[in-house]
């Protein structure tokens, strides 16, 4: 790999490796925002590829294309005041760079690009993301951008769960970096008693209230939604006034299909505007994975 490091080192580390000149801004402000409350670093990545049959190191010419991508996000993170270390990595697997720039640079977060969707046969996400999502040892942050700006008015659909509460914070860092706002919903169904919407409204005040206290984000709001399918209640309340949607990972499995299920894939396809999927790494979850495949 060739290294251009940032001047400080920051506390938490977030990886950005770039594909496209297309949403560079927007992921690079991403990126700024999770790093700006936690005293963060960005390490952009460009991953070389090169064909199998050739040594990476005979590929060192394929290096001063990728650095015009690099330079355009290195600037834009600056002007942001958040040190930025920016990586070429020649290699013959996308996922696999990026796995190993993870792993080896202690990222405590990847934010990938993502169109929302895959026209690939058996995959969710699409080749990389899928093997990035199943192997990463650290917090991944799906980004599908509709705009060439960060969305401001965001809405968190939450039932609760570790995947939910990483969502949660990383849902407020964004509102807080774009003077906007979060609102937790949760969707009920239309023939639910009383007390469990009660209830939901209870559970949804206790998080927003935690979330002014810890993220010291000012605009905070509930809504529990009453729908007779979770992904056409959020989407019914989304399509109203709000730009984004963050949500988090549903499940324990460990292939993107498990992990992600069908509501966060369906809210992504269907909504128009941007729509961020957040799954947190969990070290119980990944050394069971790893004893059961030795």
Request: charged share 30%; net charge positive.
């Amino acid at each position: 790999a060739l290294e251009r490091p940032a001047h400080t080192r920051g506390e938490f580390r977030v990886l950005l490796p770039l594909t496209s000149a297309e949403k560079l801004n927007p992921l690079v402000d991403l990126a700024v925002s999770l790093c700006r409350v936690r005293n963060g670093e960005i390490v952009s990545l460009r991953v070389a590829t090169v064909p199998d049959q050739l040594p990476p190191a005979m590929e060192e010419r394929f290096v001063s294309r990728e650095e015009r991508l690099l330079g355009l996000a290195r600037t834009r993170a600056l002007e942001r005041e958040v040190p930025i270390t920016s990586v070429v990595r020649i290699g013959h697997h996308v996922a696999r760079a990026i796995l190993e720039s993870a792993s080896d640079r202690y990222c405590d977060v990847v934010v990938l690009g993502w169109k929302g969707y895959t026209s690939t046969t058996r995959r969710i996400l699409g080749e990389v993301t899928d093997d990035v999502v199943a192997h990463a040892t650290c917090d991944i942050v799906l980004a599908k951008l509709s705009e060439e700006t960060l969305p401001k008015r965001l809405l968190l659909p939450s039932a609760g769960g570790p995947h939910a509460a990483r969502a949660e914070e990383y849902a407020a860092d964004i509102a807080r970096f774009q003077g906007g706002s979060l609102t937790l919903c949760s969707v009920v169904s239309p023939d639910a008693p009383v007390e469990r919407v009660r209830q939901e409204r209870e559970r949804l005040a206790a998080n927003a209230e935690r979330i002014r206290t810890r993220a010291k984000l000012e605009d905070v709001q509930t809504r529990v939604v009453r729908h007779g399918s979770v992904v056409g209640g959020i989407l019914r309340a989304a399509e109203e006034d709000f730009d984004g949607i963050v949500i988090g990972a549903a499940g324990q499995g460990f292939s993107s299909q498990l992990i992600f299920g069908t509501i966060p894939e369906q809210v992504a396809r269907h909504f128009r505007r941007s729509v961020l999927l957040v799954k947190r790494h969990r070290t119980v979850e990944a050394l069971v994975k790893r004893v059961m495949t030795e």
